[in-house]
């Protein structure tokens, strides 16, 4: 075995106590961070000494402890055992079960510090959640780290998700925002929307608010944007074809599982998704994207906006909206898949299915109240909270508030809601 890798393994062996336990695989696998950063990770399955093969079902057996490791930076990323269940001798254990000493390891594990780049999120029995900050403020997208452990305080569940920045990517500012100065920005965010409620089957006009964060100088950053967390090229451009072309599109299988080698790992090759999409590439996905709406959708010449491509695992997403939108929450989506050799659309998904389950709800009932009177009985709960927003295009994270309201007003009745309600 590559002594590299033996180094990995009796590492973790000696660091979470697996004496009890035997190396069942191991692998490699890479990805690419909204950074461009191309980040390898070690991942091992050990089992307990007493099993001797897999579940029937190839689920891992209880007690399994599943353990990943960044190989650039040698920090542990995650820490899994099987159904809460350890058989670790002389691991990680919090003899006290009190929240400083689960902090304190934390930040040894990682290499954060505490109040400035997380905190505590909530806390149940045998669990701490925490949530990425920067100087005590949220982020987005927002980085996590959880915690559990048994009840002779063993850990049993340790995951770090997320990117906590260094301060060098931070642009620090003041908060300058309050609600008086965006009342006018508000009011634009006001949309009405039918919500459906599964529960009762029926579809809500509702007034509500379309989450928006506002920079210093009252910019304003969509959401959307920022739930992404990789690189992504802005194309926005209308789908339009002469003729269609005849005859089925062929779908082939994806390979999202990258065969990693170690020299590819501890020598950190870049990955090809970190690579830029050129400007040929660009025209080629276009002409592929065309190629197979005018094939597989030809009567919706028109109908689909790209809006955005982006590189995956060996493919080049594009990601599609429909040119006319309804007023429903959840709104058409399409993703077409084109292998980032040949440039051709080998495959794709359509939220269709998912949107014509409201069909067969209840129709809203008709609109009573207007725009401005939801406003006046929604204003006073309105939120607008600090957070660090991560800016693709100056690649800083940048201080802005986050313009959002958990409640909305029924169209129909006037009645204040809680959307969670729905």
Known sequence: MDSRIQELIDMTRIKFGLHNYYLQRHSFRRDVNFFNETVYRFGMEWFPNQVTEQEADDSNPEGTASIEINVQSRKFESAIFVMGKTYAEEGIMFANRNTEDIIKWVEDETGLKYGEQFQIHKEEEGEVHFKECINGVAVSPSGSIEVNFDQEGKLTFF?????????????????????????????????????????????FP??????????????????EI???????LQIDKAIYWDKPINGLFDRKELNWIEDVSAEQAFSCETSPDSFPISKMEQEKCVIAVSDFLRQEYLKDNGNWILKTIHRDKGYIHAVLRGNKQDNRVFQRKLMIMIDAKSLQ?????????MLE????????EKVTVNKEEAFEKMKELFELKPYYVYDFEQKQYVLCGKLDCDYGVNASSGDVIALDDL
């Not at 080998?346 to 939220?351: K, S, T």
């Open 159 to 203: 995951a770090v998700h997320g990117q906590f920045p260094s301060k060098e990517i931070v642009k620090e500012e003041t908060y300058l925002l309050s609600f008086e100065k965006l009342e006018h920005l508000t009011k634009e965010q006001l949309k009405l929307l039918e919500y459906p409620s599964f529960e009762q089957k029926k579809l």
């Open 206 to 223: 509702v007034y509500a608010v379309e989450e928006v964060y506002v920079t210093n100088d009252q910019m304003t950053k969509t959401f």
């Open 226 to 232: 920022f739930v992404d967390v990789r690189s992504y």
């Open 345 to 353: 659309v080998v495959n794709y998904m359509d939220n269709k299915p």
């Open 357 to 364: 389950v409201f069909d067969q709800f209840q129709a809203p």
